[in-house]
Each structure stands twice: as C-alpha cells, then as structure tokens.
C-alpha cells in the first residue's frame, strides 16, 4: 500500500519566529550571538520535530493496538515521523550526542534483509518485550525501519497478533526516548566554539555531508547500468523512498538558508551573489520537477523508471558540485573528511 502524503518541509523545518511567552526555556533553542546560530535554530526545530512525532508514533501505536485508529492512520503517523527524521538524516557534524543517537534510529542499507530477519526471530519469540529490552537489541529492531516491517511487510502478523502489538509498542517508545535523547542534545549550540573560519569550515562540511548521504541513497540502488539494486531503495516497503528524498532536499535547503542567516547571506556578503543565485535555483528546481508518484524501487523496475531515477540524481551531482566545490573555493575553506566517503 503507498502512503500518500503532502510534504509539508518548510513547516517542519523552519524555526517559527513567533515565539510564544508561556513556552518554557526548554522549548527554544540556545539563545548565542554566534555566526551558527541561524544553522543552529533550524536543527533544534528539526529535532523538537522528530521527538514530537516520535511520541505521536507511540501513542497512536498503542491506540491502534486497542482497535482505536485504523491502520492506515497508523502508516501515516509512521509516514510524518520518517519525514520529519530527514532532517536529521546522515549527519556527521553537529552534536555529538545527538550523532551517537542517530545510529538506533535507522538501520540502512539493509544490504541482507537483516531486518527482516531479526524481525521474524523477534515476533516468534514468547516474551512480553519492553523499550528497555528492545534498546539492548540489535540496532535493526530498535528503529523506523522495524516499524516500517511491522506496518507493511507480508511476513509481519501484527494485525492478528497481540504480543506483536505490544512488541511493537516497546519498539516505538525506544524509539522515542531515542528521539527525546536527539533533541535534549540539540537544546544546546555544538558549534559556539568555533571561529568564524572554523564554522564556515563546519558548515559547508554538514551540508555536504548530508547531501552525499542522499545522494548514497540512490546510487546504491541505482548499482551499475542494467543491474539495479532495488531492495537497497530506503522504505522500499511503504513505497516512499523518492518523497522521502525530496524532504531530505528540502531540509538541505533550509539549512542553507537558515531563515536568512546562513550561507545564502554569506556568499552574498562575500560579493558572491551569482554563485548564490545559482545555488537557491538549483534546489528550487531539484525540488519542484523531483517526482513522488512512484517510489525507488518502482523506478527500478524499467529501464524508463531506471532513466528518470538516474536524472534526479544528477540534479543532487549539480548540488554537490555547487556546495562541495565552487562554496568551498570561494569562500577559501576546507571540507572535513566524510564517513560515507569510499564505503
């Protein structure tokens, strides 16, 4: 079944700047008159974002158990925690708590079906599972991508299934205290430190290196011309790997602008408006032609889908290009080494 759902990234992304009086310190992020500070507040609202829908996931589950909503309304709700986990997505810089968190929050490349596998071992089991437990397991049961096989794969017997259910519901609410975990780290500026040279350095290296992860999640499928890997498509199972992409564009967009104090008004102060200009068309065009209508895999199944997949993928090429190698020229830094580099 696809889950069709409007991409609301904009909303979920950016910081509002209407802040009202009663909302607690907690809630807003760390107040610096640093240069990262217009970045800073768009990864504190990313992360506020996914731990709210990560709760919303762990309640709406357990009502689902209780017969309460529908499963379709519990594929959505799974739907808007993916998408809000996009900002998030692929991070090598940043809070390094938050970064230690990010690995149990998804598993991929599933390369062997590992969570297919672990997932069949853990609903067989006779045991009444509980987030402690499920946290103590293998990163492949713990996060979005379990939940995914619970909710979508033939093999899953959650809807006939009470202990399923409430291993599910453990599964879930790991994942939310993950969540929660991700956004406590973030109620803090990583980057304060830093000089001016130093976070340009920084900031240029987290918008490459979330585009190159990106861009790993489709040349993986892609493989080589006339041999497509389609099972290395994410959310292959939900048919929602491409909307997925161009949420993750859309988060990449808003870091670069960082409501208006991030590199976009950088370059621009550089004497560099050109460079700029061609960069803001680039996402606006990558996003605007970027299609949903049908997922990766889907694409990968013709030589067509195969074609157009490979199209969008260039369209990513020309972002890297722009942000890796002409920002970094002009602007004089040096990108930090990426850990998906050569894998």
Request: charged fraction near 20%; glycine fraction near 6%; aromatic fraction near 10%.
């Amino acid at each position: 079944m696809k889950t069709t759902l409007s991409i609301l990234a904009t909303a979920v992304l950016i910081l509002s700047g209407c802040q009202s009086s009663t909302v607690t310190k907690s809630s807003v992020p760390e107040q610096t008159n640093h240069a990262s500070q217009g970045v800073y507040a768009v990864e504190f609202a990313s992360a506020k974002r996914f731990s709210e829908h990560a709760d919303n996931l762990h309640a709406d589950f357990a009502k689902y158990c209780l017969g309460e909503i529908s499963q379709d309304e519990i594929q959505n709700q799974w739907h808007n925690t993916m998408v809000s986990w996009m900002a998030l997505q692929g991070q090598e810089r940043g809070s390094e708590q938050a970064l230690a968190q990010s690995w149990n929050v998804q598993f991929w490349p599933d390369k062997k079906n590992t969570t297919g596998r672990k997932m069949s071992s853990l609903i067989k089991q006779d045991k009444t599972w509980t987030a402690q437990d499920i946290s103590l397991q293998s990163v492949t049961v713990q996060g979005l991508g379990s939940i995914e096989w619970l909710l979508y794969d033939a093999a899953s017997t959650l809807g006939s299934s009470n202990q399923v259910c409430q291993t599910g519901n453990a599964i879930t609410e790991n994942l939310a205290n993950n969540a929660k975990s991700i956004y406590t780290a973030w109620k803090v500026n990583p980057w304060v430190a830093l000089d001016d040279k130093a976070w340009t350095s920084e900031y240029i290296s987290l918008l490459s290196n979330q585009l190159e992860y990106s861009m790993k999640k489709m040349s993986r499928p892609l493989a080589n011309f006339g041999q497509p890997r389609p099972y290395f498509a994410e959310s292959w199972r939900s048919e929602t790997s491409m909307l997925n992409l161009k949420v993750n564009v859309e988060a990449l967009q808003a870091l670069y602008i960082a409501n208006g104090n991030g590199l976009d008004k950088l370059l621009r102060q550089r004497g560099k408006s050109g460079l700029a200009d061609s960069i803001r068309q680039q996402f606006t065009m990558t996003i605007e032609t970027w299609p949903t209508d049908q997922s990766l895999f889907d694409l990968l199944q013709s030589k067509d889908g195969y074609r157009l997949a490979y199209s969008n993928y260039n369209k990513l090429e020309q972002l890297k290009y722009l942000i890796h190698e002409e920002v970094a020229i002009e602007l004089g830094v040096v990108i930090g080494f990426n850990a998906t580099d050569g894998d």
